[in-house]
């Protein structure tokens, strides 16, 4: 078994790590760590603990350390980081520098030129950054990171239709308010209400975008030059982030050749690796966020919708935002680095 | 004063006619229509009253016609349609025929090449229309139609767009409930979830748009010919439809000229019509459904998130859509035939 | 295996039948019953499947018989109905006077004389009230019948309570919009709002109760003579009803001898039977519907805020409504009726 | 006209003084006071206004002050206090002590025997108590409270009760997220949930009721010595509290003689009490929050299910929490204080 850690293990995102890594057939939680003011306690009393399956039994009684990397232990293999990015920033580079190896949901650093940002079934190979991210920093750690959940719900999909000449992207999210952190959206800003903004999500989406899409060569990736324009709302949904995408190619797919693409989107040999990709719902009413989120264990994209416009295709893509698009992704990420021997 | 009746008046955009007429300084509502189950009754009884004002109590104790041509009396000088689309097709023109001006919010015929689809500060002088459509159809009443709630949330933002060369729209859409009337959507299909698909709203979007920002001339109008590709989503909120808007126009006006150019949009003089018909938000999340639906009694358009993207300019825009997305906006048209004396 | 079928199958309490009984270990899903539109299909095209797993795929292409005893093949040992009241009266007894088992979730004949009322682990001897019924109807079947989804919520921890001498009940219900069935609550009646009268359902809990907590004696059950009193609410939530219980005893319990006597509530060996019947919660803003209502797989009652009063206790109770309340209520008597060989 | 001031001026419950002030007849604004980060700022800035209708202009450009009696000019005439009970009983005892009269919403001191806690139609004699109140403590100013929200959807409706020997209450509560102030119930509480747990609400609605319907005499409220059991949830829900409660009385009152007594509630004649204190609704599934909160403007309360039970009387009633329940309560308080020359 690989030993594995999770940093910022109290929050939305790291009790989501908790639950994933519950039973996993190759890793072994061993480390928590939380802000000062938890370390020192048990998980249990640490976390206020707020999905609806129970903490598992042995996690809550570990005990949690402050964040700080005289804290972990030299033998745990794995870091996941759910740390807020101001923290991120300072502590996953020392941590790395101090030879371990972080996988990490953190927003920081993302769209460093040797940081790889990395879905799994779509740029693999861009773990291979890792080289060059040792070489010009002079770590023995890594860092790898996973992008914002509402760029991984649409990415897979605009990977599949690269073949036909991605050129142009219009897309509007519903996001939900778990995005956003167990106390990040107040009752009286949502309810019987939407936002149609959320701060750096379009720039994030337009950025992780390209760089995910882009092609690794020389030691460099080059950013997708296809252009993206996001517009991101907040909507009273829990957990589930829906998105309607147009996108122009240079040729000029069928919907059905697009259904097609989306279906033999490829997947990969990972425990949380879902057996398809991206599902592709045939009724014009789905995905629907409460009822599609959890395909795959909440680890798959669903799809729908598609037809054509005047200048190209839309439809629309849905994924978990704390599965698929946080914990999962990062734990997913630590798969892939396992499996590729860099852990 | 002018004397008015409802078709349609115990449904969800009927009773919205009846409080908006309540009080109104030229229109006296004196005649109630609905189904032939409710035919006889005390319109209190008649209608399941959900607005959170009261029903007017004069309105309370009209006797309820049966929505039949010879139910209407001779001196009623206009009447506004909250029927079904169904109903509407067969009763509209028949009361037409019958020599009465009609202005309804009925989907039925708003595409039809003489029925005038009107916003009146877009496109007031497509009411000559009816010039046309009483020579064509040998009526001595007239036909006015108002867009689909979606639609008109968003054409007075574009029109005031015309300007720099409405070239492409992309729209998506945050749709209240109440757009589907009383029952139109169940709780269970919409708490803690949203449904990308309203039947047969993105082809409406994209059709009545060309037309209300059409050019009228001999006789006829020319659809503009931008192209409009929407996509239409429920959400849980009760009232007002929020939408977000990617245009590219010949020209590249600054996101400032966008601003100056919706506060520019011109307003009438009618009794309903707001005093600025779109008000432009500089904070970035603004316009939201539940605080700024209201704006202008519920008649005006709220725009914001004013930002430049690589091929044009996007921004969000909002209207209350039982108000000037449906009631409102028949009301309106109602007050601009009678000012222009076609009533 | 016992071979079983659902009467109703299309609805939601039908559907969750469906998703409970796959991969039950001793009862095999072989008849599936609804109105006579949906007789014929598949129950793919006949279902609008609306639960948050798959529909399991042998299930899915069953063919939907119509709801009527001549359709049921002889060999069926054992049907659970879902049917709506007006139907289940009817059907019903043609269906026991058949021969045939029923297990019915349906509210007709709850408070019959010879109609078993039955929450396995708080009145299983009421059972053999089918000898009375066999006798007085000259049946070869049996009908026997589970309370309403609010009754059952309260009743384990009222039975918990009878040791104590229970004399006095108030109780007051928020209650989930799934009980309405899946059309039954608007979303424009319930979003930002709720409903404090929920039809008959008041009258349902206090006559209920009394029958499932009195004894079974000489042929007949006498009913239990506490006094209850129910107010009931509809609130937005999707599924779980919560509820506020004020409870006065003869004898004096305090919180801790309550909550001892909640943890002690028998257990019965039956597949769906949880391993703990009533889970009492310790944090006072405990049990929650979103958190708890999937407790032992949505068969558990949970507790909390226990406290006394001036005049006895009070304290919250919450179960999932359409599983420990509904259709996983009726499974168990099912699986109470095979154990004791009635099937 | 009487000058102004109001305390923590920024938050909800100032927000809402702001909104009902506006145009007000006798009270004119002319300080507003909240935390130090505000103090120095125009009210547009330091406040992130939420209500659905704008900032009053003159009021936006007001200098917010700190909350320090220093501050506050000396001319001022009443204050109306939205503190924090942390600040509050701090501040508001300086103030009256440095002899300005506090009409308060703060939750502190509402017990004191010598603070007098008002609701205006039920005990406006209470107010004598602020003779005992300058005698005991020295001070030039005064202190007068109004009690919680929830108690004061009750208590309207009990003081019409009394007449019959008011001897037991119990009463379950489904409140509002506003309750808890903008940011007090975050959207992933409360979204398809409740929550059977307000902190200390329960034990202010048996306390404060009792008070409230105390006889004020030989200096002293001799509380009245019914018993009230209080089970409080919040739900989700904007705003208006619902309460369903449960009474038993000496006399056995019909509900027909219970909803006269609510009907004959007496009102007075101050510029924010609304016409009827109590509104009696027929309709067995009203009153409801989105519905009937703001009957009388906000200031009336709503009852309706009125029963017979076993042993006394069920009924539910409601009120907006923000504006009768706490701004629209102290305001009140304010106009009885001037009409009773204390001001």
Chains 1, 2, 3, 4 share one sequence.
Not at 134 to 146: C, M, S
Not at 273 to 284: G, M, R, T
Request: with cysteine; glycine share 8%; net charge negative.
């Amino acid at each position: 078994m690989t030993s594995v850690g999770v940093l910022g293990a109290t929050g939305a995102v790291g009790q989501r790590f908790i639950q994933l890594l519950d039973g996993h057939p190759e890793f072994e939680l061993s480390v928590l760590t939380a802000s000062p003011e938890s370390a020192g306690k048990r998980y249990r009393e640490a976390a206020k603990w707020r999905l609806d399956t129970p903490i598992p039994e042995d996690v809550a009684e570990v005990e949690v350390r402050d964040t700080d990397p005289d804290e972990i232990p030299d033998d745990t293999d794995l870091l996941f980081s759910a740390l807020p990015s101001s923290v991120g920033e300072r502590v996953e580079p020392a941590l790395c520098e101090a030879g371990f190896v972080v996988s990490s949901n953190s927003s920081n650093d993302r769209a460093a030129d040797d940081v790889p940002l990395v879905i799994p079934e779509v740029n693999a190979d861009h773990l291979d950054l890792i080289d060059v991210q040792r070489d010009e920093r002079g770590w023995d750690g890594a860092l790898v990171k996973n992008p914002n959940c509402s760029t991984i719900t649409m990415v897979p999909t605009l990977a599949a239709l690269r073949q036909f000449g991605l050129e142009r992207v219009h897309v509007s999210t519903l996001q939900a308010v778990s995005g956003a952190g167990y106390s990040g959206v107040t009752s009286m800003e949502i309810i019987d209400n939407a936002v149609p903004h959320i701060g750096g999500e379009e720039a994030k989406m337009e950025t992780e975008s390209r760089k995910l899409l882009g092609e690794f060569a020389d030691s460099e990736v080059s950013w997708h030059d296809a252009s993206v324009s996001a517009s991101c709302n907040r909507i009273p949904t829990l957990d589930g982030h829906l998105e309607n995408v147009f996108v122009e190619t240079r040729e000029e797919p069928t919907p059905e050749e697009v259904a097609e693409a989306f279906e033999d989107a490829p997947t990969l040999d990972l425990p949380s690796a879902p057996n398809q990709l991206v599902h592709v719902f045939e009724e014009p009413d789905r995905p629907q966020p409460r009822l599609d989120r959890m395909l795959g264990g909440g680890m798959a994209v669903a799809a729908g919708g598609i037809q054509e416009t005047d200048t190209g295709i839309q439809y629309n893509c849905l994924a978990h935002n704390t599965i698929r698009g946080a914990a999962g992704a990062s734990l997913l990420n630590g798969e892939l680095l396992a499996s590729e021997g860099w852990v």
